[in-house]
């Protein structure tokens, strides 16, 4: 067994005493019923149990959580797909995903949204040329595997937030060009 204490949607958790071969999937799901955090393959391949993992100094990546012990989150801060609806409001994101119907049975949802959140930001930090935005997007949520085969609905929702606020994504110097 080993201390775990981890920060979740904002929210701390533990320290509690967990077992070393717990992963961190199931310590969402199991203990914490944070079920929107999916089991897929079970061995780092699909991403639909892709969780964001803040950084001290700001930024953000995601980890899948399949194959991953929970003690090895100790101490850090993370998002699941329930932290980004606000006071009942779904995100941007969440929003733009339902309006192009990116999502057929939706279990992979929850990493390609976290996914797409983690490039919102990383471009509000780093802003790209317009004319890379489709590159940019394609590496982002490259290796996110879908099922139902929704990668088109799911890149142009995550362009479409972007596209709503170029001066926030965008570098002005190219923000020009097709809107898609
Ligand atoms: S369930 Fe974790 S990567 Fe597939
Ligand atoms: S929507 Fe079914 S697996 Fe992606």
């Known amino acids: 067994m ?17 077992r070393d071969d717990l992963t961190m999937n199931d310590f969402l799901r199991e203990y914490l019923g944070f079920t929107g955090t999916k089991f897929g393959c079970g061995a780092a391949q699909c991403l639909s149990c892709a969780v964001i993992i803040d950084q001290a100094d700001g930024t953000s990546h995601t ?16 998002r699941t797909v329930e932290g980004h609806a606000r006071d009942g409001a779904l995100s941007p994101l ?9 999502f057929q049975c939706g279990y992979c949802t929850p990493g390609f ?5 983690v490039l919102l930001e990383r471009l509000e930090r780093s802003k790209v040329a317009r004319a890379d935005l489709e590159r940019v997007i394609t590496e982002a949520l490259d290796g996110h595997l879908c099922r139902c085969t929704g990668y088109v609905k ?7 937030v972007i596209l709503a606020d170029p001066t926030r994504y965008l570098d002005p110097a190219d923000a020009t060009g097709d809107a898609g």
């Open 113 to 117: 949204l976290n996914e797409g959140q």
């Open 63 to 78: 980890s899948p959580t399949c194959v991953v012990p929970a003690v090895n989150f100790d101490g850090k801060a993370i």
């Open 94 to 102: 969440q929003t733009s995903f339902v309006e192009h119907f990116a």
């Open 2 to 18: 080993t201390k775990l204490a981890v920060r979740i949607n904002g929210h701390d958790h533990g320290p509690m005493d967990v």
């Open 154 to 160: 799911y890149h142009q929702a995550v362009r479409a």
